[in-house]
């Protein structure tokens, strides 16, 4: 099931997302997505949401990213469900996470 969780992981990974420089890390056979979603499934492994983020900001070559830390909290606190929900649901993550960068991008 789709929750406010999965909305609230993927706010986090957008900001990360906007940070990349995506023409060096994609390729024809990589969109996007596909090289998110492997760096996410990679990330997912450490023990909480906070190593997690460092992981995967390290892994798509960015220091750091825009921090939302009361959502960094949020998730924090449920750390168990939002692990589980990284490993489980990683492919909807990254794509959601994508479409969320773009909206954000689009506001601004």
Same mark, same amino acid.
């Given at each position: 099931?789709?929750?406010?969780?999965?909305?609230?992981?993927?706010?986090?990974?957008?900001?990360?997302?906007?940070?990349?420089?995506?023409?060096?890390?994609?390729?024809?056979?990589?969109?996007?997505?596909?090289?998110?979603?492997?760096?996410?499934?990679?990330?997912?492994?450490?023990?909480? &949401? +906070? *190593?997690? !983020?460092?992981?995967?900001? =390290?892994? @798509?070559?960015?220091?750091?990213? $825009?921090?939302?830390?009361?959502?960094?909290?949020?998730?924090?606190?449920?750390?168990?469900?939002?692990?589980? &929900? +990284? *490993?489980? !649901?990683?492919?909807?993550? =990254?794509? @959601?996470?994508?479409?969320?960068? $773009?909206?954000?991008?689009?506001?601004?």
């Amino acid at each position: 099931m789709i929750s406010d969780q999965h909305e609230q992981i993927s706010i986090v990974i957008a900001e990360i997302y906007r940070k990349v420089d995506w023409k060096k890390m994609t390729s024809i056979k990589r969109s996007a997505v596909d090289v998110l979603t492997d760096r996410i499934r990679v990330a997912s492994k450490e023990p909480d &949401i +906070l *190593r997690a !983020h460092d992981k995967l900001c =390290a892994s @798509l070559h960015i220091p750091t990213s $825009k921090i939302n830390t009361d959502l960094i909290e949020i998730l924090y606190q449920d750390n168990d469900n939002t692990m589980r &929900i +990284l *490993r489980k !649901h990683t492919g909807y993550i =990254a794509a @959601l996470s994508q479409k969320k960068a $773009k909206e954000i991008k689009n506001e601004n």
